[in-house]
């Protein structure tokens, strides 16, 4: 296939999983800041949230102050921030629009549509912060994210297409998780839990609300959140969807999938194998043991450079 | 403005055969059911994402052009004569410019003044002894046409370049057929879903002789900003070729190549949609960043077929176009099926001095222009515009020509309001190939949406119709009267 059509696939796809993230990540925090702060601890929830989501930096250069409605608004509507979900959203459909004929009419649909509905959303959302709108806004890039995934798993031919697209999602996915993990690890830390009791507890559900793995923790531990758990359940459960190492599972069959229709595996899969090896070889104890902010920055920095090796060997040249 | 020939109601009252079925419908659907047609229709065309850019419009980036639910009805017979003509006319055509860019015979004969061809600016001295692979220059061609009366087509002008259009006539029809499917089963509409099919067997027939195994075919199109964009991509996906931009090609050795994630591929066949000079940066408009550096080179070593051929603006060029019917008896040694709309060549003093006197009856264009831009329409014009006009016109007057202002035919077409006659032009699509031509039975109906505008460009506010061709052999005319609502008929009718 065209590398253009590859590449437009892969970011199409990364872009409404990052919307889909964006959208979890306020949604937690808003929980989060409803509760009130004698029990969640020092207050800066919002500052920690555009940590999580990349936008720390360009919302600094807004001069706002990091509260609801101006964090929410640059996260979710704002044209100066690049991964704002307006912006993704609208990316998302330039890059389909882009390769239409690479897609599905059910993927079109599913993108094309979005767009569209974004558009009212950004029209009353002009008239002012509105946190019952806001919460639809949410519930619709949650729902146009899932539309999307499943208009492509279920209607896509099992191709190079197809392949792309998931990688790209799920690179984005890892991304997503570990970043949440950088950005909360001081929380994650063994011995907090005796230090801050239950003044953590909601800060722990917020980051599984993040990641939509509230009721799975529940279900995969039986037990009350612990930050132990709640670590390996976002690293390395294979069961947990948005885990590292779900990802990386993920990641490796596709880039083999792709290195075998082309006759030859390359950097890419090398990197990727190493990866997963390393994801399949540690035990949460060992996370810890070498500290849980190191293995997650690494592993940021991996991850970063497996997008950059996929480019180099089969999008941009 | 005289009496106009109205395709389903005649002068007095009488119902055409072919349309009679479409006249019943009207009469017999409810208003607020053709409303809510009109509003499916709406939504269907931008769920499908159908939208074309204009040209100096920010706002309207992406906007929809009105679909007109009334289809517009073309008996067999009235088709088989236009097709005809249409094979006549592109084939003539494409051995005119063949011979243009060769031999030169039609030039040596005297039959047409060198100067028009050869001092013309879509005259490509880059082409001059060329040979394209097959010899076939025009592989797709859209002929404007439009009526009058019941008798006669009239071609109003040929389009040789990067014809569009041809998406809205295959997605009007699977809009139409979900809004008036019962209308689909009374009538046996002439499909025109195969035009894909035969545009590929059409590309495929024009591989370069060089070329080894199954022909590699893709679609270069200048991007998604482009007007056309949409089609393009529709195009291509029916067709199941690739969408390349300039960047996804490369050349190397005189080839040209797509970039792919498995390296580069060799392509054999391209239908472009790229203007001439912004082909190739390196042999026409250096600043072109949509073009693919070294095309040009490899077209003329014969490694690649490009669709249309580089320089076939000759043919469809404004002055040459008062020359066609000459063009068809050159080559073809036959009367013209299809009448050329009287010209007036500026060029000519004598010709010159009639338009001037007569500005405010005439429709002068520009030899150049194009979209319905630069033209004027007389009876239309102010005082101003046309004394404004005058002033180019005798500036440089080979750079017009002025026809009638013609009564085009018009069509009933569906508003809030009611329905009421719109004009009309037609728009056939044909395709050219080392094995033969073909044209499907249809094509772009356009409509001047606008009351008494004759201007039905899509970029000037025109909409389109989906267009049948059907068996009208046993059909006869319904007198007057005949649907037992005749009063909202032709109330309709007189507004």
């Not at chain 2, 099919?197 to 893709?218: F, H, K, N, Q, Y």
């Not at chain 2, 007007?227 to 931009?245: C, I, N, P």
Request: proline letters at 5%; charged letters at 25%; a negative charge.
């Amino acid at each position: 296939m065209l590398s253009r059509t590859a590449d437009n696939l892969y970011w199409l796809a990364r872009y409404m999983e990052r919307a889909d993230f964006l959208a979890r990540i306020v949604d937690a925090t808003r929980r989060l800041t409803a509760v009130p702060t004698s029990q969640t601890g020092a207050g800066t929830e919002w500052d920690s949230t555009l940590e999580a989501s990349g936008a720390a930096e360009g919302f600094r250069e807004t001069h706002a102050a990091a509260e609801e409605a101006s964090v929410v608004d640059y996260l979710m509507f704002s044209t100066d921030n690049p991964s704002s979900i307006r912006n993704c959203i609208e990316k998302a459909r330039t890059n389909g629009r882009a390769v239409r004929t690479a897609l599905t009419v059910e993927m079109w649909d599913a993108i094309n549509g979005a767009w569209i509905e974004l558009k009212r959303h950004v029209m009353s959302n002009a008239r002012g912060y509105d946190r019952e709108q806001s919460t639809r806004f949410l519930e619709f890039v949650k729902k146009a994210s899932l539309d999307y995934d499943g208009a492509a798993h279920r209607t896509m031919l099992r191709n190079d297409a197809y392949w792309f697209s998931r990688l790209g999602l799920y690179i984005e996915r890892a991304d997503n998780t570990a970043r949440i993990l950088d950005v909360k690890y001081n929380i994650l830390l063994p011995e907090t839990e005796a230090v801050g009791g239950s003044v953590d507890y909601f800060q722990w559900a917020a980051i599984l609300r993040a990641v939509s793995a509230l009721t799975a923790y529940h279900w995969v531990y039986r037990e009350s959140l612990k930050p132990w758990l709640i670590a390996e359940l976002l690293i390395l459960r294979p069961e947990m969807p948005r885990s590292l190492i779900a990802c990386y599972e993920n990641i490796v069959r596709f880039l083999d999938s792709i290195g075998k229709a082309y006759g030859h595996k390359g950097i890419a899969q090398r990197h990727a194998h190493a990866v997963f090896a390393r994801l399949m070889e540690s035990t949460t104890k060992e996370i810890f043991q070498s500290g849980l902010h190191e293995f997650v920055t690494a592993f940021v920095e991996d991850n970063t450079r497996l997008g950059t090796m996929v480019g180099e060997q089969y999008l941009f040249d | 403005m005289p009496q106009c020939f109205d395709e389903m109601t005649l002068a007095d009252g009488q119902i055409r055969a072919v349309y009679g079925k479409v006249a019943r419908w009207l009469a017999e659907t409810p208003d607020e059911l053709l409303a809510s047609r009109r509003a499916q229709a709406e939504l269907l065309f931008r769920r499908i994402g159908i939208t074309f850019a204009v040209h100096g419009d920010k706002d309207a980036a992406e906007r929809l052009i009105p679909f007109d639910i009334v289809p517009r009805v073309i008996g067999r017979s009235e088709w088989t004569r236009l097709e005809a003509g249409l094979r006549q006319r592109v084939k003539a055509l494409n051995l005119f410019i063949a011979d243009v860019y060769g031999a030169q015979e039609i030039l040596k004969s005297g039959k047409l003044p060198s100067d028009i061809v050869l001092a013309n600016p879509y005259y490509l001295p880059e082409m001059a002894g060329q040979r394209v692979p097959h010899d076939i220059h025009v592989h797709i061609a859209g002929i404007d046409i439009v009526r009058i009366d019941e008798g006669d087509f009239y071609v109003l002008e040929d389009n040789l370049r990067t014809p569009s259009g041809v998406s809205y006539m295959l997605e009007n029809r699977e809009v139409m057929m979900r809004l008036a499917p019962d209308l689909f089963a009374e009538y046996r509409v002439a499909p025109v879903e195969n035009y894909p099919d035969a545009l590929l067997a059409t590309l495929c027939s024009v591989v370069p002789r060089a070329a080894r195994g199954e022909p590699t075919i893709a679609l270069l199109t200048p991007g998604q900003y482009n007007s056309a964009y949409y089609e393009h991509s529709f195009l291509a996906d029916k067709l199941g070729v690739e969408l390349v931009e300039g960047r996804d090609l490369l050349v190397r050795d005189d080839i040209v190549y797509m970039r792919t994630t498995e390296g580069p591929k060799r392509v054999d066949v391209i239908y472009r949609r790229i203007d001439d000079a912004f082909l190739d940066p390196l042999a026409f408009r250096a600043d072109s960043v949509l073009g693919v550096p070294g095309l040009f080179n490899a077209y003329i070593s014969g490694n690649v077929t490009l669709a249309n051929a580089v320089g076939t603006g000759i043919g469809d060029d404004k002055a040459i176009y008062s020359y066609v019917p000459e063009i068809i008896e050159f080559y073809l040694g036959e009367k013209p099926i299809l009448k050329n709309v009287p010209t007036w060549r500026c060029r000519e003093s004598e010709a010159l001095a009639f338009v001037l006197d007569h500005l405010p009856e005439l429709v002068v264009k520009e030899v150049n222009g194009s979209g319905g831009f630069g033209m004027l329409v007389g009876p239309h014009a102010t005082r101003e515009e046309i004394a404004l006009f005058r002033e180019k016109l005798s500036c440089r007057p080979d750079n017009f020509i002025a026809q009638p202002t013609l009564a085009l035919s018009t069509c009933p077409t569906s508003f809030e309001s009611g329905v009421a006659p719109r004009h009309v032009d037609l728009r056939p699509f044909v395709l050219s190939g080392s094995d033969g031509i073909r044209v499907v039975p249809g094509g772009l109906t356009r409509v001047a949406l606008k009351e008494g505008s004759l201007v039905v460009n899509s970029c000037q506010g025109g909409g389109t119709k989906d267009t049948w061709v059907i068996d009208d052999a046993r059909l006869e005319n319904l007198p007057r009267g005949a649907l037992g609502k005749p009063e909202r008929t032709r109330e309709a009718l007189d507004q």
